[in-house]
């Protein structure tokens, strides 16, 4: 895909800079030297990306960005400016900015990382726009977020054994959505048309669960004034989800192990075979197997339900999805609490890619929700998310020295943050990363990024 880039500058050597940078087959870069040349540009071409002068020959770069958000709303846009100072930093990032970048540009590394990073966030944005719409369109699919090689290949799956009718386990954390996928399965079935019913194995006692599934005659208990059907019966020509199979008793596995091997079963109280045609579906947060050799979940019930099985990837496996599902998440909460926020910062982006996640994608909604619901600022912060506390050792004259440009300031407190972290842990780079949130690849980054020796971390 072509990225199409406008940058605004009025310096001739910036633009001869940034012509270098684009250089590569997939960037399209157009130039503007001041508001009215950028007017046009912009509203010629959809950008993915604009590279904003604070100060041009006839206005200002906030100016310019605020007309430009007018007519786009999610425009990502960087700032640049050659008068770096902390307080416009900050000030940048409330008004929407994705980051802000202070000429020269010493650390190129840095500058290409920034910039990519923008880059995805304009994709998720149009990602989201994508979804939106098929959301309004009549194929009936609940939408399943991502673009990670882990998942196509799991959607892969799904889509060539949607037709096949026969039982399917799904195994995966809490969180990760498997009934997400089970609702695809039965969509994409020949008993689309019929019920979808589920039923929370391990939510309910065994004589209720044993009811719910059976039915039940009147008068079986107390108060029972008529009978019952129970969901064998009312996922007669649809789909059954039985989920967190694994927690479902030893009398009721006995009990729908005979409902499978021949289709028929009698409700409670009741001595009248019935039979029904359902495709059943089991999901569980457990790994069945290993329940199996503990002995806790029958050896031929496990082989009945496995005819086909699926491993949904922990959130941590796919982190190419964590963006762009943070960004459906805070324009689902932005509608719903009458929010505006546009984005995340680029340090929140940073850490929402690489925590650890022991909730999934159940928690990484959590998190956006109360995000949204604090914020003040067009962009989410580290702050918002809740997820990175500031170490109390950082001393506060390192965020209120009015000699740091924000990216000194930034630097300043990263390499003491992590250089205690290691120091806590005796030096172990994997228990640091752990601690910190972040994979240990990215850790080892940050630690050679920020030129930390071995010495000072031991």
């Not at 008068?219 to 009312?234: C, D, L, M, N, P």
């Not at 943070?326 to 505006?340: E, V």
């Not at 962009?379 to 998310?385: E, Q, W």
């Not at 924000?406 to 806590?424: G, K, M, P, V, W």
Request: glycine content about 8%; charged content about 30%; aromatic content about 8%.
């Amino acid at each position: 895909m072509t990225v199409k880039i406008l940058l605004v500058d009025d310096d001739s050597f910036v633009r001869q800079f940034f012509r270098g940078l684009f250089r590569s087959g997939n960037s399209v870069l157009r130039t503007a030297s001041n508001c009215a040349e950028a007017r046009r540009e912009f509203r010629a071409t959809d950008f993915n990306l604009v590279i904003l002068d604070q100060r041009l020959p006839d206005g200002r770069g906030f100016d310019l960005f605020g007309e430009m958000r007018s007519e786009r709303p999610q425009q990502v846009v960087l700032l640049i400016t050659g008068y770096a100072e902390l307080r416009d930093a900050i000030s940048a990032v409330r008004e929407g900015f994705f980051d802000y970048l202070s000429k020269p540009f010493e650390n190129i590394d840095e500058l290409e990382a920034i910039i990519k990073k923008a880059l995805e966030m304009d994709r998720a944005y149009r990602e989201i726009a994508n979804l939106r719409e098929r959301l309004h369109s009549n194929d009936g699919l609940l939408p399943i977020i991502g673009h990670s090689g882990t998942l196509e290949r799991l959607l892969l799956q799904v889509r060539q054994i949607a037709p096949l009718d026969a039982s399917v386990l799904i195994e995966g954390e809490s969180g990760t959505g498997k009934e997400l996928i089970a609702k695809r399965i039965h969509s994409l079935s020949p008993r689309s048309r019929g019920p979808f019913l589920k039923i929370n194995c391990g939510a309910m006692t065994e004589g209720l669960l044993e009811a719910t599934l059976f039915g039940a005659e009147e008068g079986t208990f107390a108060g029972g004034s008529k009978a019952s059907r129970g969901y064998f019966e009312e996922a007669a020509g649809g789909t059954l989800l039985l989920d967190e199979i694994a927690d479902m008793s030893p009398k009721l596995q006995a009990c729908l192990l005979r409902v499978l091997q021949d289709r028929t079963f009698t409700r409670v109280g009741s001595v009248t075979q019935r039979t029904s045609d359902f495709r059943l579906v089991c999901t569980t947060n457990k790994l069945l197997l290993d329940e199996v050799k503990a002995e806790r979940f029958r050896s031929d019930l496990y082989y009945r339900i496995n005819v086909v099985s699926l491993r949904i990837p922990p959130l941590r496996e796919r982190r190419e999805d964590i963006l762009l599902l943070a960004s459906y998440f805070l324009d689902q909460f932005n509608h719903k609490f009458g929010k505006k926020a546009q984005g995340f910062t680029p340090e929140a982006t940073e850490v929402l890619e690489s925590a650890y996640w022991p909730g999934n994608i159940r928690e990484l909604q959590h998190a956006v929700e109360r995000a949204v619901i604090g914020s003040a600022g067009q962009l989410i912060s580290l702050a918002d998310l809740g997820i990175f506390e500031r170490d109390a050792s950082v001393p506060e004259s390192l965020l209120t020295d009015p000699t740091l440009s924000f990216r000194e300031a930034r630097d300043r407190f990263e390499r003491e943050y992590f250089t205690n972290i290691l120091r806590s842990t005796g030096g172990n780079v994997s228990e640091a990363a752990r601690r910190a949130g972040v994979a240990r690849q990215n850790f080892y980054s940050h630690i050679e990024r920020l030129s930390i020796t071995k010495n000072e971390s031991t």
